[in-house]
């Protein structure tokens, strides 16, 4: 089986940073895309950040210029780098990947991990 175990949530004040973790164990052969989400209270789940595997990203027009993903294919780590936070950012962060589990299966399938928590102070 796969897991994901985030890591960096907590509390900071606006304008403060945070960096979150995410670190995929497991039976693993190839990680393709892998990518953060939110969910705010009240709220749909959002994509924040999102990192292929040869490096390409993309951001919610939110967090441009603010986050930065980054990820580290030989331990099979993703990070969220979040500056500039603001009180909007609070939300729990979800980590997702995109996992191809054994070389004799052609087809990926999508892992979550269990989120943490972002509270950012105003």
């Known amino acids: ?56 990203t993309n951001y919610a027009d939110s967090v441009k210029g603010r986050f930065t993903i980054s990820r580290d294919n030989a331990k099979n780590t993703v990070y969220l780098q979040m500056n500039s936070l603001k009180p909007e950012d609070t939300a729990v962060y979800y980590c997702y990947a995109d996992i191809r589990q054994y070389y004799s299966t052609y087809t990926a399938s999508p892992y979550w991990g269990e989120g943490t928590l972002v509270t950012v102070s105003s």
């Open 1 to 56: 089986q796969v897991q994901l175990v985030e890591s960096g949530g907590g509390l900071v004040q606006a304008g403060g940073s945070l960096r979150l973790s995410c670190a995929a164990s497991g039976t693993i052969f190839r990680i393709n895309a892998m990518a953060w989400y939110r969910q705010a209270p009240g709220k749909q789940r959002e994509l924040v950040a999102a990192i292929t595997s040869g490096g390409t």
